[in-house]
């Protein structure tokens, strides 16, 4: 599991995903706005935005909220207009980091990154410094005890996923980017509910971070996740997670 993965998911083991509920609501229409106004407000024809509406509803987000961002995506309704940019830099130990944007003033926003940066010993970089470190793949998790391991491997692998690892707690399923939407509607319909259904940056190697590098590398990451319009953060740091736990508890 990538070290920005096992942080998420130790902090959403510590309840602290749902402390930030609202803030995660608004980035989650945003993303269901800007598909909708991409490719249509129709589920079965725009695969980003019926991704987009099943991890909405996985956040248990009202269906009320889910139909006006679609309808502010076509135009049926007055909205911002977001545009999607990204950003890349370098954390402390020389962590490759990558920050996606869904932004109504990209010069505020481009402001904004590379001062948390800065504070948080990094550095912005210049687009392409660290994208070829990662590969756009399809992540699910599925939590251990929901399902035998052999049964999900078995039907994640029917399904078309190109990879499955068994970790201590959950059970990760790896896809090609373009076989995302058909892996996650498959398992899906077959009753198996996910901890995490994404579109993801994997990295292809790690940094491993101790002591204070460790503590400044997630002050950095939690800082820009909470910026309101970073969408994602993916870093290619590697903590153990007994001082994951301990910065958790910060």
């Given amino acids: ?28 229409i945003r993303e269901i706005t800007v598909a909708a106004r991409e490719g249509g407000g129709d589920l079965e024809s725009n695969a980003r935005l019926r991704t987009a509406v099943a991890t ?8 009320d909220n889910i139909k006006r961002g679609i309808l502010k ?10 545009e999607q ?10 962590v490759a980091v990558l920050v996606e944007v869904l932004t109504d003033n990209k010069n ?3 402001a904004d990154i590379r001062h948390i940066f800065t504070r948080h010993n990094g550095n912005l970089g210049e687009v392409g410094c660290v994208g070829w470190m990662f590969d756009r793949k399809g992540y699910l998790v599925v939590e251990k005890g929901s399902i035998g391991e052999d049964e999900l491997m078995e039907r994640a692998l029917e399904a078309g996923a190109s990879d499955f690892v068994a970790g201590s707690d959950n059970f990760e399923i ?9 892996v996650r509607t498959a398992l899906d319909k077959a009753g198996i509910k ?57």
Avoid at 3 to 17: C, E, N, V
Avoid at 236 to 243: A, R, V
């Fill in 73 to 82: 995506g076509t135009g049926e309704l007055e909205g911002v207009h977001y």
């Fill in 174 to 182: 790896y896809t090609e980017f373009t076989d995302f939407d058909s």
């Fill in 56 to 63: 909405a509803k996985a956040a248990n987000m009202p269906a």
């Fill in 108 to 110: 505020r926003t481009v």
């Fill in 85 to 94: 940019s990204s950003y890349e830099g370098y954390g402390p130990g020389g």
């Fill in 194 to 250: 996910f901890a995490t259904a994404e579109i993801s940056m994997i990295p292809q190697t790690t940094v491993k971070l101790d002591g204070k590098q460790a503590e400044q590398m997630i002050k950095l990451y939690e800082e820009l996740e909470d910026h309101d319009d970073v969408q994602k953060v993916s870093a290619n740091f590697d903590i153990d997670e007994s001082m994951l736990l301990k910065l958790s508890e910060e």
């Fill in 1 to 28: 599991m990538s070290g920005h993965s096992k942080w998420s998911t130790i902090k959403r083991k510590k309840g602290k995903l749902d402390e930030e509920r609202g803030k995660m609501f608004t980035k989650l």
